[in-house]
């Protein structure tokens, strides 16, 4: 006992000085870094300061991210969501309701697979129909879609919607052929604010006319009122519901929510999904 004991002690010693030495050396060293810069820039003349380069190369890693989201799906998922394309382009009859290409996609909560579901079908909607299709990241509390397709957060949708950028400016090309998307972008308005703007339905006209199906990543319709706002002015809605998590009384909460303001549902999307019967004994029931 008497060995491991002075093993930790001496392990713990160690930590601690490691920790005290790094800590001590950073510090130290950004600030002579800070110094010795400003002082060997004004002196030579060439209005450089060694500081500047550590934000550069910071800044040329974000320009290159990678793609997060592996697209190649297996045989259950991919039919899954060829259903789901199935049941919301095909219009039957002359009294049934238009395809909608403005597709706003919702969730009832954080972290329900909305920006997945996003990305995902909209690869589908690119092999079905073989058109262009944009993802729009609607989602200005927490956007991820630029990590997902692997693309730079440098101006998007609420440039687009102020009149600051046109859509050329803010459209980015993704790994995948004829599938493109549009960040978020920043704003001063604040979410709500830019979505009730003057410049939303120029926006999507613009986004409409450019595109064969554009979806937009909405942030959860319980959590903020960002999709009842946008939603109204999409052709359609379809809410994700994460399997064994997302309790009945949230999703019947969301769906009251965003008809009552106008909204058309089409669908939903059950995520995440676990099939506890084995396939063999499903079968025989």
Same mark, same amino acid.
């Given at each position: 006992m008497s060995r491991i004991y002075d093993a930790l002690k001496k392990l713990e010693a160690e930590r601690r000085g490691a920790k005290g030495n790094g800590g001590g050396n950073g510090g130290g060293n950004g600030g002579n870094g800070g110094r010795n810069?400003?002082?060997n820039g004004k002196r030579n003349g060439n209005g450089r300061s060694r500081w500047r380069w550590p934000f550069g190369r910071v800044l040329r890693r974000e320009a290159e991210p990678r793609v997060a989201l592996d697209f190649?799906?297996?045989?259950?998922?991919?039919?899954?969501?060829?259903? &789901?394309?199935?049941?919301l382009l095909t219009s039957l009859g002359p009294d049934a309701a238009p395809v909608p290409r403005l597709l706003g996609v919702t969730a009832s909560r954080h972290g329900e697979g909305t920006t997945t579901t996003v990305a995902v079908f909209a690869s589908i909607l690119v092999r079905r129909r073989s058109g262009r299709v944009a993802v729009v990241e609607a989602n200005l509390r927490t956007p991820s879609c630029d990590a997902v397709f692997g693309v730079a957060r440098n101006g998007g949708f609420a440039e687009l919607v102020e009149g600051r950028a046109e859509l050329p400016a803010v459209v980015q090309k993704t790994p995948i052929a004829n599938l493109f998307v549009v960040t978020s972008?920043?704003?001063?308005?604040?979410?709500?604010? &830019?979505?009730?703007?003057?410049?939303?339905?120029?926006?999507?006209?613009?986004?409409?006319?450019?595109?064969?199906?554009? &979806?937009?990543?909405?942030p959860p319709a319980n959590v903020y009122s960002d999709a009842s706002i946008l939603g109204p002015r999409l052709?359609?809605?379809?809410?994700?519901?994460?399997?064994?998590r997302t309790r009945i009384?949230?999703?019947?909460?969301?769906?009251?929510?965003?008809?009552?303001?106008?909204?058309?549902?089409?669908?939903?999307?059950?995520?995440?999904?676990?099939?506890?019967?084995?396939a063999f004994i499903e079968e025989l029931l």
């Open positions: 810069g400003g002082g190649r799906l297996g045989p259950e998922v991919e039919e899954a969501y060829q259903r &789901l394309g199935t049941n972008g920043q704003t001063a308005l604040g979410p709500s604010g &830019l979505f009730d703007s003057d410049g939303i339905p120029v926006a999507l006209t613009k986004l409409r006319e450019a595109f064969d199906f554009v &979806l937009f990543d909405l052709d359609a809605a379809l809410i994700v519901i994460e399997a064994d009384p949230e999703v019947e909460r969301t769906r009251r929510s965003l008809e009552r303001v106008g909204v058309r549902l089409v669908g939903s999307v059950l995520n995440r999904r676990r099939d506890y019967i084995p």
